[in-house]
Each structure stands twice: as C-alpha cells, then as structure tokens.
C-alpha cells in the first residue's frame, strides 16, 4: 500500500523560507506523479506546483511562480517543495499527492489517488 509522509511544516515570518518533503513508501517512485496542493481554513484546495516522473516538467500555480520550487530525488523517494518569500497569505495546510496514470500534472486534487495527511504551514506578519 502506498503512503505519503509530508514533513517540513512550520512557523516562520514573512518573508521566510521553508522546506517540505514528502516520502513515498513503496515502488515504482519515478511512474508517479508528485504535486503539492494547500488548503486554508474555509477555503478550497489550492494547486501549488507538481512535476512529472524525471523531472522533466513542474507546474506552478501563478501565486507561488518565482517564490516556490518544487523538486524530487527519486533515489530517496521523496518529492520537496522549497518555499521562499513566503507571505501570511501562504498560510495553510499542504498536502503531497501522487498518481501513477501516466497522466500530465493536474491542477485538481479529487484526481490524485494517493494523499499524504498535511503538514502545516503558518506565516506571521
């Protein structure tokens, strides 16, 4: 069975730095699809970046294009999501998610089959 483990989350001011991870338990990590998604507190799920099997291609939502960076190292079976300049209005619960469909990165998390519990991120001003 596969899971996803996020960690990373914190507190930290704005116009600080985070790094998440997410480790997946199980094989065949360069067949998934990894992406990140948040949710703020009576808000819906909010796409943030995902990137293909290799690496080959990422996406970004265009509130976090330039600040965040997502990256994988599949000898460690973990995708990252390094967040720079971060603003209290990044604040929210992120979630890992993964796909192994060969489909292309997808800005719907109802269409991830695999999900991780969150990590949360707080940002003060």
């Known amino acids: 069975q596969v899971q996803l483990v996020e960690s990373g989350g914190g507190l930290v001011q704005d116009g600080g730095s985070l790094k998440l991870s997410c480790t997946l338990s199980?094989?065949?990590?360069?067949?998934?699809?990894m992406a990140w998604f948040r949710q703020a507190p009576g808000k819906d799920y909010e796409f943030v970046a995902g990137?293909?099997?290799?690496?080959?291609?990422?996406s970004y939502a265009d509130s976090v294009k330039g600040r965040f960076a997502i990256s994988r190292d599949n000898a460690k079976n973990t995708v990252y999501l390094q967040m720079n300049s971060l603003k209290v209005e990044d604040s929210a619960l992120y979630y890992c998610?993964?796909?192994?469909?060969?489909?292309?990165?997808?800005?719907?998390?109802?269409?991830?089959?695999?999900w991780g519990q969150g990590t949360r991120v707080t940002v003060s001003s």
């Open positions: 990137i293909s099997g290799f690496g080959e291609r990422t």
């Open positions: 998610v993964g796909d192994r469909t060969g489909r292309d990165i997808m800005t719907d998390i109802n269409e991830y089959p695999h």
């Open positions: 199980g094989r065949g990590f360069t067949t998934y699809l």
